[in-house]
């Protein structure tokens, strides 16, 4: 049996030796030993040649004698939910998308990312007292990550 421990380990001597800022984002090996690594960079984008690199040292030092299995390393994608905290910093300045514990969603710009919070400026449209238009209300707002089920970048083609 191949286990998670023993593919991140392989993986992240490859990412060190690389030395591109690259991270692991996800590892899911299915019982039918389908391996899944999902990797991003802390800047830019992930290059193709980090993938095959990072795919061929895993594969290489798994022995397939002992265990077949198929092997995907991929870049982590736009349209998955951040899911650890270099992702979070990585898209500090994008406008982000959360889907709360409780199910009600917040979008705002992300502010900034720790272990324990993430800070989010949003906007909202409020009609004050004694005014006729509404007033565009803008505020940080720091919401723990235990409170978070999943947040997503917006994507815009503005």
């Known amino acids: 049996m191949i286990s998670k421990e023993l593919v991140r380990k392989l993986a992240q ?3 060190d ?6 991270f ?19 800047s830019g984008s992930v290059a193709i040649d980090d993938c095959v690199s990072v795919s061929r040292n895993v594969e290489h030092n798994l022995d397939r004698e002992e265990v077949d299995f198929e092997l995907h390393v991929s870049s982590a994608g736009l349209d998955k939910p951040l899911r650890v905290l ?8 994008r406008e982000v998308e959360m889907v709360m514990s409780n199910g009600t969603k917040k979008q705002g710009v992300l ?29 940080a707002e720091t919401i723990p990550m235990s409170e978070i089920k ?7 083609f503005k």
Do not use: C, F, H, P
């Not at 030796?17 to 690259?22: C, G, M, N, S, Y």
């Open 111 to 139: 502010l900034a990312a720790t272990e324990e919070a993430v800070t989010v400026e949003t906007t909202r449209q409020e009609k004050l007292e004694g005014k006729k238009k509404k007033e565009t209300i803008v505020e």
């Open 24 to 42: 692991i984002v996800d590892i899911s090996i299915t019982s039918s030993m389908v391996i899944s690594l999902e990797i991003d960079k802390t």
């Open 17 to 22: 030796e690389l030395d591109r800022d690259l």
């Open 13 to 15: 001597e490859r990412i």
């Open 150 to 156: 999943e947040t997503k970048i917006v994507i815009s």
């Open 86 to 93: 270099a992702q979070y910093i990585k898209n500090v300045g």
